[in-house]
Every structure is written in structure tokens, then in C-alpha cells.
């Protein structure tokens, strides 16, 4: 099956600092992509989705100034967590589907404390 | 999108059959049944999908009676590597939808 790909995976940084997530579609191109949350024995809980060349849709309740998504090319998407607190410490997971398998592909996942 | 109702956990033992079931009594005609397994700290994977009837593929079997108000996932001979939440998810496969994930099911496997 197709891979995503997340970077960093693990990410420790203090009060008040930006963080860059990045997700990469690495054999395939994804138009849209997808940002989800989950804290600690919770579901995941969708975000965001990333569109290519467009600016991403909120759910309800996410700060767009707070997460910001740049989808910039068919490979990628970032997310980048502004003025980070500690409850923004969380993981982080990316998603992607590829039409040719009628699959949404999910990364490993990013893991954010921040202190 | 179709509201799903699982079990919160279950337990089994290495070597049994385990089955989860999943209630999805307002799926709509057009939805697909998908069923993703979570390891601790890492992303969903993608385990089954069906309509109707059952589905089978290498790890799994998928139960789908024919009103499609539930379905049930199988998972043969588990191991203690089958410990992990598994989600059952309804809805219409389009490319730019997202997944939208109920609480799962934690299945925990001892020896």
C-alpha cells in the first residue's frame, strides 16, 4: 500500500515556541490531505483537511491562527502549532488517500510535549 | 455520516477467535464498512472493508448480515501483536472525505 510519512516524530519544545509538523505522501499525490489529534486513551479527532493549493477547512472549535496548514504541493502538507502551550502537547497524525486504492493512508504519527 | 456503537474493550486469550461487533443502525445505501486497527503511539491501519455479505483477506474476515445494521470483525487465532484499539468507521469512500473515528474498541490479548 501507498506510505505516508510524518517529520519529526517526537517533538519537545517549550511554552510560547512554533512547532512544524510535516506529512508526506511518498509514492502517490494527495490532493487532500487530513490533520487529526488524540490525546492520551482518546479517538482521534479531525482537525483539519488540507487542501492542495487552497487554504485548509476547520472543524469546529480549531484555531485557524493557531494551526496553521500549508499544503504547498501534491506531496505535502504542514502543520505548523503557533505560540505552543502545554495543553497543545498531543499527537499528531496526518492522512492522505490515494484513489488508486480507494484508501486513506495515515502516518506514523507525531508526538508534541510542550514544557 | 453514520454514528457507530462498539464495545469499549474486550479481552481474549492467544489462539481464540476474537469477534467485535459494530452497530450502525442509520447507515445510509451508499456507505462502505471499514474497520482500522491503532497500535499505541502509532497511526490507524487500514484492516478490512465491506458492503454486504463477509469479506475476507489475510488477516481478517468482516460479517456484514443482510439489513447492514451491524457488522462484526473477526480476527482468527490472535496473538499478544493483536493487542490495540480497533475502529469501526461507515460512511461513503470519497477522495477529498475525512475518516471520522468513534471510540474503539481496546482489545487486550494475553498469554
Known amino acids: 500500500g501507498a506510505v505516508v510519512s510524518q517529520h519529526p516524530s517526537r517533538v519537545i519544545c517549550k511554552s510560547g515556541t512554533s512547532v512544524k509538523i510535516e506529512c508526506r505522501s511518498l509514492d502517490f499525490q494527495a490532493t487532500t490531505m487530513f490533520w487529526y489529534r488524540q490525546f492520551p486513551k482518546k479517538s482521534l479527532m479531525l482537525m483539519a483537511t488540507s487542501n492542495e493549493g487552497s487554504k485548509a477547512t476547520y472543524e469546529q472549535g480549531v484555531e485557524k491562527d493557531k494551526f496553521l496548514i500549508n499544503h504547498a504541493s501534491l506531496t505535502l502538507s504542514t502543520l505548523t502549532v503557533t505560540s505552543a502551550h502545554p495543553e497543545d502537547s498531543s499527537f499528531y497524525i496526518c492522512?492522505?488517500?490515494?484513489?488508486?486504492?480507494?484508501?486513506?493512508?495515515f502516518g506514523p504519527g507525531t508526538r508534541l510535549t510542550v514544557l | 455520516l453514520a454514528k457507530t456503537t462498539q464495545p469499549i474493550s474486550m479481552d481474549s486469550y492467544e489462539g481464540q477467535e476474537v469477534n467485535i461487533t459494530c452497530s450502525h443502525n442509520?447507515?445510509?445505501?451508499?456507505?462502505?464498512i471499514t474497520w482500522y486497527q491503532q497500535f499505541p503511539s502509532q497511526g490507524p491501519r487500514f484492516i478490512i472493508q465491506g458492503y454486504k455479505t463477509k469479506v475476507t483477506n489475510e488477516v481478517a474476515s468482516l460479517f456484514i448480515p443482510a439489513d447492514r445494521k451491524s457488522s462484526t470483525l473477526s480476527l482468527p487465532r490472535v496473538s499478544l501483536s493483536d493487542t490495540a484499539v480497533y475502529y469501526c468507521l461507515v460512511g461513503v469512500e470519497k477522495a477529498g472525505t475525512a475518516l471520522i473515528f468513534g471510540k474503539g474498541t481496546t482489545l487486550s490479548v494475553s498469554s
Open positions: 442509520n447507515i445510509a445505501t451508499n456507505d462502505y
Open positions: 492522512s492522505a488517500r490515494d484513489t488508486s486504492y480507494n484508501e486513506q493512508f
